[in-house]
């Protein structure tokens, strides 16, 4: 059979298209990417003398940034759920940056008491934190309670980041200028507020819907506690890296995994989708900047109207400091 005759044969000639085309589209993505993304290596900041803390990163996104803060001088304290994968990502950390100021410390942000019990070892590691990151999220869980009677999505992505940067505030304040970056999402346009959802009850969610509501919680709690915040020296803000092929569909049905894995070669690697995290820990320009949230591209962004609202933060806020028994503390 010849070659003509081969490609003529629809199976055959489509299999050609795609092996051609393939590549040249995520050739184009990537030329895309190369020109629009933040210029992170023109960046000469500095972090030696930094403490940083990266919630989640042992994968993905929080790897990628811990790694890029750790290459610029920076003690990174890697805080992950699992030793296991936490130790891996550590040592390949290490191997690629020869830096010997990663610390390990093991934290499960879905519950309150692991956290209170990584803060008070990690306030004897380092009295000053310069840079808090978080980072870990999940989604695709349905509705599922913690052993604490928190909604398990809610609880690892509003939750957990509100709790751990409110114990850490001390230690934010003492080192002088500080950051927090909380790592939202674009799905929080898809969200609404419903204070009820964070104890697994409250209004009807679609598939995945926890998670773009948990990420509009992030945005109002970024926004209220920038207002608290003011003077002190600490800013913080939000960010979306984007669409960025990691791991975070890995609890989603095959099929969203299936489809996430088909359109890949169109989303971000971790480090591009790295890039806006690290754009709002290390950018000079926004030095003072605080409350915001940024786009994909860096750009500040108005967050949903629903985050915006001072009352609903003001009670989301109260609600929240109940469930946490930030209240009860001395
Ligand atoms: N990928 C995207 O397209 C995208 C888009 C918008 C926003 N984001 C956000 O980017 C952030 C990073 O996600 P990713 O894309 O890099 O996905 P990823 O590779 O799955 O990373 C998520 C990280 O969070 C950790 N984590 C999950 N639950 C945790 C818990 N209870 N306690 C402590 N750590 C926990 C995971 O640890 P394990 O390995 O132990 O599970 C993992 O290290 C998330 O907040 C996500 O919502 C991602």
């Known amino acids: 059979m010849s070659l003509w005759s081969l490609l003529s044969s629809p199976v055959w000639g489509l299999g050609f298209v795609l092996l051609i085309l393939v590549p040249l589209l995520r050739l184009g993505v990537q030329i895309w990417y190369k020109i629009h ?16 803390v990266v919630t989640g990163a042992n994968s993905g996104i929080g790897k990628a940034v811990s790694q890029e803060l750790a290459r610029r001088g920076a003690r990174v304290i890697l805080a992950c759920r699992s030793r296991e994968r ?32 990584f803060v008070q070892w990690l306030l004897r590691e380092s009295p000053e934190i310069h840079l808090l990151v978080n980072n870990a999220g999940v989604s695709g869980f349905p509705r599922t309670r913690t052993p604490e009677g928190l909604d398990l999505t809610f609880a690892t992505n509003y939750i957990g980041p509100f709790l751990l940067t409110n ?13 927090v970056v909380n790592v939202s999402s674009f799905r929080q346009a898809h969200g609404y ?27 109002s709690f970024t926004g209220r506690l920038a207002q608290r915040l003011q003077g002190t020296g600490v800013t913080v803000n939000s960010v979306s890296p984007g669409v960025v092929y990691t791991g975070i569909m890995k609890n989603s049905p095959w099929l969203y995994r299936f489809l996430f894995w088909l359109l890949s070669i169109f989303f971000k690697n971790s480090k591009q989708g790295a890039i806006p995290v690290l754009y709002l820990c290390l950018a000079k320009e926004l030095d003072g900047i605080s409350g915001k949230y940024f786009s994909s591209s860096c750009v500040i962004t108005l967050p949903p109207k629903a985050a915006r609202d001072p009352h609903v933060a003001q009670s989301l806020w109260n609600t929240t400091v109940r469930l946490t028994n930030l209240d009860k503390m001395d």
Request: one cysteine or more; charged letters at 15%.
């Open 193 to 219: 507020i419903d204070e009820e959802h964070l104890i697994g009850a409250g209004g009807p969610l679609t598939f995945n819907q926890n998670y773009d509501c948990s990420k509009l919680l992030l945005a």
């Open 86 to 117: 936490g130790q891996g990502a550590l040592t390949e950390i290490q191997a690629a940056t020869r830096s010997n100021r990663l610390l390990l410390g093991g934290v499960d942000l879905s519950s309150m008491a692991s956290i209170r019990s």
């Open 167 to 179: 114990l850490l505030q001390g230690a934010l304040q003492r080192a002088g200028s500080a950051r």
């Open 37 to 52: 993304l933040w210029d992170l290596q023109g960046c000469s900041t500095d972090l030696t003398g930094k403490t940083a």
